[in-house]
């Protein structure tokens, strides 16, 4: 009897990378403030300038982040190279102990990444949670019982990211920062893509 074949069908094309050693701004010369003041766990620091990609100082940082998501867009969702992507916003998030990121989406993005430039196994799990309202493997008000999780009945999946990892992902998807377990800070760059250009064959949309 042949083996079944599972088709991963409309799956979320999640990517992550290791782009290697290379030279870091001085990330603490940047101002950085309290994301939310008094928010217990969610209260970490984040960059006050929320396009830092953009500083001279991050150029080589930039053509990194470029490279990888031209190869997630390109090369995996075979994004025509007429449409131009370019990073919107980027910044830098800084977690101690006890800190996390709640779950949450990237607006006004069409791809988000994560740049990991120090973490260790105990900093924090990158989480990704599966839309409450989907229907697929099963519709949520059937919560059926199973005897272990995969990729295929999962709500939630974790990634535990590695320094210089990178994690590309549609910006409508859920996800969230597991708590920082270890007295080392978790370092990392966050940035959203969108796109430019002429969208469409039938119905032309210019994006500028």
């Known amino acids: 009897m042949n083996k079944p074949t599972i088709y991963p069908l409309f799956a979320t094309p999640v990517y992550v990378g290791n782009v290697g050693e290379f030279e870091r701004p001085d990330l603490k010369s940047l101002e950085y403030s309290s994301t939310i003041p008094n928010g217990g766990a969610y209260n970490f620091l984040s960059s006050v300038d929320k396009k830092v990609l953009d500083r001279p100082e991050f150029r080589h940082v930039h053509e990194i982040v470029m490279r ?3 190869s997630y867009a390109r090369e995996l969702l075979r994004v025509n190279r007429a449409i131009e992507l370019y990073v919107t916003d980027s ?3 800084v977690h101690r102990r006890g800190q996390s990121a709640g779950p949450h989406v990237h607006h006004n993005s069409l791809i988000s990444g994560v740049l990991y430039l120090q973490v260790t196994e105990s900093t924090g799990d ?3 949670h599966r839309d409450v309202l989907s229907l697929i493997p099963f519709p949520p008000a059937l919560d059926l019982d199973v005897d272990s999780f995969n990729l295929y009945n999962c709500k939630s999946w974790s990634y535990k990211p590695k320094t210089n990892d990178i994690c590309l992902f549609p910006s409508v998807v859920m996800h969230s920062a597991d708590p920082n377990d270890s007295d080392e800070e978790r370092w990392c760059l966050a940035f959203n ?3 430019r250009g002429d969208i469409g064959s039938l ?5 500028r």
């Open 91 to 93: 910044w830098v998030n």
């Open 126 to 128: 990158l989480v990704f």
């Open 203 to 207: 119905h032309k949309l210019r994006i």
């Open 193 to 195: 893509v969108f796109v």
């Open 68 to 70: 990888e998501v031209n």
